[in-house]
């Protein structure tokens, strides 16, 4: 999280790890945990809730998230109801950081805007829908300009600013 133009740490330098907020008391499990954030809508927990929705179809571990784009982008009922229940669910959770923190932009990884509609037309209608309409209204969600370059830069910066804050 960058707050005020500077990256906010918190107390014990684990702030901004949103994916472990549990949205459901059950779901499928990223880092031991049902119903995260994550369980629901990463690349891993999309395939994770195919196999925890419809476990004959896709048990764990033999689809991908691409394998599901595809079948939903093939018209497959259940495929397209995988990843409506993973925007919608993205959207809950952007509405609690619109709420709570009342940003300005949320910036998403590549994931979500790479597979369109098929999860970011939930994820907005849900947002619009849970957060408070002026808070809404201020907020821009974009997709991470570093697109799959995201993840290296961010271990870079991380590291570069660990580095800076041992020696200052």
Not at 81 to 108: H, K, M, T, W
Request: a negative charge; glycine letters at 12%.
């Amino acid at each position: 999280m960058i707050l005020d133009g500077k990256l906010y740490h918190g107390t014990t330098d684990c702030a901004g790890e949103v994916g472990h907020v549990r949205l459901a008391d059950t779901g499928p499990t990223a880092y031991g945990k049902a119903g995260s954030w994550e369980g629901y809508c990463s690349g891993t927990g999309i395939v994770r809730l195919a196999a925890y929705r419809h476990p004959e179809r896709w048990p764990e571990g033999t689809a991908s998230v691409q394998d599901l784009a595809q079948c939903a982008n093939s018209g497959d009922a259940d495929a397209l109801r995988v990843f409506e229940e993973a925007g919608e669910r993205l959207g809950q959770g952007l509405s609690i950081l619109v709420d709570v923190l009342n940003p300005e932009v949320i910036v998403i990884g590549s994931l979500a805007f790479r597979l369109g509609e098929l999860v970011m037309g939930p994820a907005l209608k849900r947002l619009r829908k849970e957060a408070l309409p002026q808070a809404f209204e201020a907020c821009r969600v974009v997709p991470a300009a570093l697109g799959e370059r995201l993840g290296d830069v961010a271990s870079f910066c991380a590291a570069i600013n660990h580095i800076r804050m041992r020696a200052g």
